[in-house]
């Protein structure tokens, strides 16, 4: 063998050498719990044979409590690029079975580093978290890595898509990256995030609770917001993430791109003509609308476990993108609530950040009322929603269902927040209250000094319903552009994207707003 032989020898005997991570029995204790490793999750993730990694060799330098005689594979964390869906993207995935995939210096700079090449590069980074938390033997270094971590998860935010996949633990410090990026997978019974765990919450505060149920992935789609995705296993969660990739835009200079489709981009919709019930309190499943106007009847959610009462989706109308907002008269009456406005308003400020237009869909009696709602800061959540329909400069389509009614109404992109293009149908409710609240303030003396004060209380309902809950005053100022049958509901929008998509808005300079948050 003579010396340039040797040398490619000596490199294919260390690749393989990391190529078995953290050796057999670590492997085999990570598949036993039904996970992948971190390499064969990125070979799911990536095209096949288009993923390159980079910094295989990177050893970490501490010399502390004996570290210097210790070898980790590729320092437990895996990085590199390749091609999803035939589109560039990079990508880490951390390596429990090395060292626990713990955290320090050369892993965050790993990190890091493809980071700082996302950003040039313009294309997704995504982020596969399985690690034990922070080395604790490499001390201030392991917490400069994460805030390294951090400080590109905040300038990336807006530049190009960041996902996050939690496959496994994730605690203390090392929550706070999944939590500033764009979108956050978990994986049912394997994952979780916690700031502190059980064993510490039970002796500070004595509280005696599960990981699961503490921070599973379950918990954190339902009740934390956390989390926008709960996934049944490994596999399910990477192919997820790649449907979502398909909706977006590598970056922020770009629109996401147009799918081709057999299927007519004009069509029409008769079953929304039946689709709002005859009885006025009788609600209906605001998916059949979703359902009926997008392409193929598809559609993507996340948050579908958090704050039901509202919907937000991708779709793709004539084979465009689509950021979908929707009232869900089917839970709570579809009232705009604290979790509500939290949920609504970051899906709306991702869409504007990446040219992604949005359809707001109403049918809302209102704000939820109630103590909790109002010392919970209704008013201040609230105001994020106005805030960001306000704030945002893609194209904003409005499509009026039922009821929308007072300051609900105008939450919901209405024209007055800047919707480019509204419209009703003619079930619409505009106004500022219900019909039995309007009368009863309007008309309080009459019905209270009148022979029959239930007769006359029905008779002021009759007389405002059939004044005001319409949809043609607020046609008639041209707050609603065109009141539409409801199964040409797709053509108008379609139409009026084609319309708008070049729009381009500009707004007064400034470092930036300050969103009530």
């Given at each position: 063998m003579n010396r340039v032989q040797n040398k490619i020898h000596n490199l294919k005997e260390k690749d393989a050498q990391t190529l078995i991570m953290g050796g057999a029995p670590a492997v085999e204790k990570?598949?036993?719990?039904?996970?992948?490793?971190?390499?064969?999750?990125?070979?799911?993730?990536?095209?096949?044979?288009?993923?390159?990694?980079?910094?295989?060799?990177?050893t970490h330098r501490c010399t502390h409590f004996g570290m210097e005689g210790v070898e980790i594979p590729a320092d437990g964390v895996i990085t590199g690029h390749g091609l999803v869906g035939g589109r560039p993207a990079f990508a880490y995935a951390q390596d429990v079975t090395s060292r626990a995939g713990s955290l320090g210096e050369m892993h965050a700079k790993k990190i890091c580093k493809i980071m700082d090449m996302a950003m040039k590069a313009g294309v997704p980074i995504i982020g596969m978290n399985d690690s034990g938390g922070a080395r604790i033997q490499e001390g201030v270094d392991a917490l400069a890595g994460y805030g390294e971590i951090f400080f590109r998860n905040a300038s990336a935010s807006g530049v190009i898509p960041q996902i996050s996949a939690i496959m496994g633990a994730t605690a203390g410090g090392a929550v706070y990256s999944p939590a500033m990026t764009d979108f956050v997978f978990m994986v049912k019974e394997t994952s979780h995030m916690f700031i502190t765990g059980p064993d510490v919450i039970r002796s500070v505060t004595g509280e005696d609770v599960g990981f699961d149920t503490l921070g599973g992935a379950v918990t954190h789609c339902t009740k934390s917001g956390v989390a926008h995705f709960?996934?049944?296993?490994?596999?399910?969660?990477?192919?997820?993430?790649?449907?979502?990739?398909?909706?977006?835009?590598?970056?922020?200079?770009?629109t996401a791109p147009r799918a081709l489709s057999e299927e007519p981009i004009h069509r029409l919709c008769p079953e929304l003509d039946t689709l709002i019930p005859e009885n006025p309190v009788k609600p209906y499943d605001m998916f059949d609308l979703i359902r009926a106007v997008a392409?193929?009847?598809?559609?993507?959610?996340?948050?579908?476990?958090?704050?039901?009462?509202?919907?937000?989706?991708?779709?793709?109308?004539?084979?465009?993108?689509?950021?979908?907002?929707?009232?869900?008269?089917?839970?709570?009456?579809?009232?705009?609530?604290?979790?509500?406005?939290?949920k609504a308003s970051r899906f709306i400020r991702f869409c504007d950040a990446f040219n992604i237009p949005l359809l707001t869909i109403a049918d809302v009696p209102g704000f939820l009322p109630g103590i909790q709602q109002e010392w919970g800061g209704i008013i201040r959540h609230g105001a994020k929603l106005l805030w960001s329909y306000s704030e945002a400069t893609v194209p904003k389509l409005l499509l009026i269902t039922k009821k929308s009614y007072g300051g609900a109404?105008?939450?919901?992109?209405?024209?007055?927040?800047?919707?480019d293009m509204a419209f009703a149908w003619p079930t619409a409710e505009i106004a500022v209250m219900g019909a039995q609240g309007a009368a009863n303030v309007i008309h309080r003396k009459e019905i209270k000094g009148a022979d029959n004060p239930e007769a006359m209380r029905n008779e002021k309902i009759c007389e405002y319903n059939d004044l005001f809950l319409t949809p043609y005053i607020a046609a008639s100022r041209g707050y609603i552009d065109a009141v539409i049958v409801p199964s040409e509901t797709?053509?108008?929008?379609i139409d009026a994207l084609d319309v708008i998509s070049s729009k381009h808005e500009t707004r007064p300079p400034r470092k930036h707003g300050n969103i009530p948050l």
């Amino acid at each position: 063998m003579n010396r340039v032989q040797n040398k490619i020898h000596n490199l294919k005997e260390k690749d393989a050498q990391t190529l078995i991570m953290g050796g057999a029995p670590a492997v085999e204790k990570q598949k036993a719990k039904g996970k992948l490793t971190a390499r064969e999750r990125l070979d799911r993730l990536f095209d096949r044979d288009t993923f390159r990694e980079i910094d295989r060799f990177v050893t970490h330098r501490c010399t502390h409590f004996g570290m210097e005689g210790v070898e980790i594979p590729a320092d437990g964390v895996i990085t590199g690029h390749g091609l999803v869906g035939g589109r560039p993207a990079f990508a880490y995935a951390q390596d429990v079975t090395s060292r626990a995939g713990s955290l320090g210096e050369m892993h965050a700079k790993k990190i890091c580093k493809i980071m700082d090449m996302a950003m040039k590069a313009g294309v997704p980074i995504i982020g596969m978290n399985d690690s034990g938390g922070a080395r604790i033997q490499e001390g201030v270094d392991a917490l400069a890595g994460y805030g390294e971590i951090f400080f590109r998860n905040a300038s990336a935010s807006g530049v190009i898509p960041q996902i996050s996949a939690i496959m496994g633990a994730t605690a203390g410090g090392a929550v706070y990256s999944p939590a500033m990026t764009d979108f956050v997978f978990m994986v049912k019974e394997t994952s979780h995030m916690f700031i502190t765990g059980p064993d510490v919450i039970r002796s500070v505060t004595g509280e005696d609770v599960g990981f699961d149920t503490l921070g599973g992935a379950v918990t954190h789609c339902t009740k934390s917001g956390v989390a926008h995705f709960a996934c049944e296993d490994d596999e399910e969660c990477i192919d997820r993430i790649k449907l979502l990739l398909s909706y977006l835009p590598a970056n922020n200079k770009e629109t996401a791109p147009r799918a081709l489709s057999e299927e007519p981009i004009h069509r029409l919709c008769p079953e929304l003509d039946t689709l709002i019930p005859e009885n006025p309190v009788k609600p209906y499943d605001m998916f059949d609308l979703i359902r009926a106007v997008a392409d193929h009847g598809t559609y993507f959610e996340p948050h579908s476990l958090f704050a039901p009462n509202i919907i937000t989706c991708f779709i793709r109308l004539g084979g465009r993108t689509v950021g979908v907002i929707a009232n869900q008269p089917k839970v709570l009456a579809g009232c705009l609530d604290i979790d509500t406005s939290d949920k609504a308003s970051r899906f709306i400020r991702f869409c504007d950040a990446f040219n992604i237009p949005l359809l707001t869909i109403a049918d809302v009696p209102g704000f939820l009322p109630g103590i909790q709602q109002e010392w919970g800061g209704i008013i201040r959540h609230g105001a994020k929603l106005l805030w960001s329909y306000s704030e945002a400069t893609v194209p904003k389509l409005l499509l009026i269902t039922k009821k929308s009614y007072g300051g609900a109404y105008l939450a919901m992109s209405s024209r007055h927040l800047g919707a480019d293009m509204a419209f009703a149908w003619p079930t619409a409710e505009i106004a500022v209250m219900g019909a039995q609240g309007a009368a009863n303030v309007i008309h309080r003396k009459e019905i209270k000094g009148a022979d029959n004060p239930e007769a006359m209380r029905n008779e002021k309902i009759c007389e405002y319903n059939d004044l005001f809950l319409t949809p043609y005053i607020a046609a008639s100022r041209g707050y609603i552009d065109a009141v539409i049958v409801p199964s040409e509901t797709r053509n108008h929008l379609i139409d009026a994207l084609d319309v708008i998509s070049s729009k381009h808005e500009t707004r007064p300079p400034r470092k930036h707003g300050n969103i009530p948050l």
